[in-house]
């Protein structure tokens, strides 16, 4: 079993904070192996950023994602620059907020799950959490880390006083992952 995935989208928008969890909670909860990447654009909010993690049954010889099983997309910039990496087959997880469906053509090559991530977080009182609401929907829909061991790693990684509300974004979008 590998699973490559890639969360993207703009600096700001905590997806490499969120590839970090997810990363953290495979290395220290489960029995697999992982790697985790990041890439930034110069500019600390805004810029295009996205995290790669790899997971694995296997040793991982390569650490680099080059068709992800799974994509999520929080920016239009990085759904049009990423999507067409995705295999086929694969899983498109958009944040309708800020990203326009997907061409026809590209959902049937691909599963397109399509919910308002930012939005959902907004609701929730802060829109900052929209990683941690990503992750609940990526978590959720792979099934890949079990959802107490990414509890735990976001309780380790968010800052105190926060903590209630990122558990209550990854339930949010655990939720809105098995509605869809």
Same mark, same amino acid.
């Given at each position: 079993m590998r699973l $490559?995935? *890639?969360?993207?989208?703009?600096?700001?928008?905590?997806? =490499?904070?969120?590839?970090? &969890?997810?990363?953290?909670?495979?290395?220290?909860?489960?029995?697999?192996?992982?790697?985790?990447?990041?890439?930034?654009?110069? $500019?600390? *909010?805004?810029?295009?950023?996205?995290?790669?993690?790899? =997971?694995?049954?296997?040793? &991982?010889?390569?650490?680099q994602v080059k068709k992800p099983d799974v994509l999520i997309v929080l920016a239009q910039e990085a759904c049009d620059k990423y999507l067409p990496t995705v295999k086929d087959g694969g899983t498109v997880i958009i944040d309708t907020t800020y990203v326009k469906p997907v061409p026809e053509a590209q959902s049937q090559r691909v599963k397109v799950i399509e919910f308002p991530v930012s939005a959902k977080a907004r609701e929730l009182g802060r829109e900052i959490v929209a990683n941690i609401v990503a992750l609940g929907l990526l978590v959720e829909?792979?099934?890949?880390?079990?959802?107490d061991a990414v509890i735990a790693a976001i309780l380790d990684r968010v800052p105190k006083g926060t903590e209630e509300l990122n558990k209550q974004a990854?339930?949010?979008g655990v939720e809105a992952a098995k509605a869809l």
């Open positions: $490559e995935l *890639r969360l993207a989208g703009e600096g700001g928008q905590g997806l =490499i904070t969120a590839g970090i &969890i997810l990363a953290e909670a495979c290395a220290e909860y489960t029995d697999l192996n992982v790697v985790q990447t990041q890439s930034y654009g110069p $500019e600390s *909010r805004g810029g295009a950023s996205r995290a790669d993690v790899i =997971i694995s049954s296997h040793e &991982i010889d390569y650490p829909t792979t099934g890949i880390v079990p959802k990854f339930a949010a």
